[in-house]
């Protein structure tokens, strides 16, 4: 077998794939990078047993063949190089899988193992559901909720984005059981029989990194286990959470009696620096008239911080208590300069959101409050 390329284009291709593989694995048959030559063309596969990346690279070549090649052996080769034009020669040992890899380019020649391999028999999926969705759309509304996704495996429902789709519109739903974002966007099709998924955070992360093209098809299996993103030359394929996922709007208040505006921006810079005096992590927002105050303690050090901030506000007065760390979060995910804070009571979900959301959006993060002593 012979092809060449250039290192730029194989490096690309490589490091795309290379997103399928753990950073720990115990099973060797997930080290490999798996390079297929066929009609001219080379495809690389890699994969961890429910993630897949399958990236196609531009290369001259009439052979055919299948070989892997241990995945961190070649990244490290290919992050080493300078881009020039590069070419392989594999060339199998007698009555063995086993085989060399011969690299040369203009100023070296280099030498690493490979196994040959029969062509990689991908399971047959149909898919049923089928959708064209614009890519900044959907990294969009990917990172405006995978922060709030849990990280405890006891609940692996919610280790991933909840995706409703129905009629003209997608809706990302994540929470870890302390926070819970919610984010609408339109659709160009129309899906009439609403479709429920739960993509993994992880799966969607690699999402972020691949997805370059203006636009990207997602697709649904049958039987809503496996999800599908198709690029421009990359394919991402993988399993779905089947568990399913809790009664998210169970826990959205849907009456608050108290409404206040900010400055986003106000808001975010001076809870980062009142955060820090506190112990435990947690500060205290005080709401009354056009005064917020934003304070907090650390009473083993005797170290406090009080803000005043200037806000709008209608309803009684109100003192309440939040994990500094959520309340950023939830700020840093909104785009608007200008927010609305709904709450009712110290022990009640608080919801942040804009005050002017974007056309056909709509995104609310909700936060649970936390106990403060008086």
């Not at 409404?259 to 709401?287: N, P, W």
Request: hydrophobic share 40%; proline share 4%; aromatic share 6%.
């Amino acid at each position: 077998m012979l092809f060449t390329t250039t290192i730029r284009q194989i490096q690309d291709a490589v490091g795309k794939v290379s997103l399928a593989i753990p950073v720990k694995t115990i099973d060797p048959r997930y080290d490999n990078v798996h390079l297929s030559l066929e009609d001219g063309t080379l495809t690389l596969f890699a994969t961890d047993g429910e993630i897949s990346v399958t990236a196609q690279c531009g290369v001259e070549t009439t052979d055919t063949g299948n070989i892997g090649i241990k995945a961190k052996t070649l990244q490290e080769f290919l992050r080493s190089m300078y881009d020039t034009s590069v070419s392989f020669t594999i060339n199998r040992q007698e009555i063995s899988d086993h085989g060399m890899v011969s690299i040369s380019t203009d100023k070296g020649r280099y030498t690493i193992p490979c196994l040959f391999e029969n062509k990689q028999e991908k399971s047959i999926k149909i898919y049923d559901i089928t959708l064209q969705l614009k890519t900044d759309e959907l990294l969009d509304l990917v990172q405006k909720t995978i922060f709030a996704c849990s990280v405890d495996g006891m609940r692996p429902s919610m280790m991933g984005v909840l995706f409703e789709i129905q009629d003209t519109t997608i809706t990302g739903v994540a929470t870890d059981g302390h926070r819970l974002v919610r984010c609408r966007k339109p659709i160009q099709e129309q899906i009439h029989e609403k479709q429920k998924i739960v993509v993994p955070a992880r799966v969607l992360s690699i999402l972020q990194k691949l997805a370059q093209s203006e636009t990207l098809t997602m697709s649904i299996d049958e039987d809503r286990r496996s999800v599908k993103f198709s690029m421009e030359n990359v394919v991402l394929e993988a399993a779905l959470i089947v568990e399913p996922y809790p009664n998210y709007e169970a826990v959205i208040p849907v009456e608050h009696d108290k409404l206040m505006h900010a400055q986003r921006t106000d808001i975010y810079d001076s809870v980062r620096r009142v955060g820090r005096f506190s112990s435990i992590g947690d500060i205290k927002i005080e709401v009354n008239g056009a005064v917020t105050k934003i304070m907090a303690e650390n009473t083993n050090e005797g170290e406090s911080a009080q803000e005043e901030l200037p806000c709008t506000f209608t309803g009684e007065p109100i003192v309440i208590g939040f994990n500094a760390k959520f309340i950023e979060a939830a700020l840093a995910h909104i785009d608007d300069k200008e927010i609305v804070i709904e709450m009712k009571s110290p022990t009640t979900a608080v919801i942040f959101k804009p005050a002017e959301p974007q056309e056909q959006e709509e995104l609310i993060i909700l936060v649970m409050p936390v106990r403060i002593n008086n």
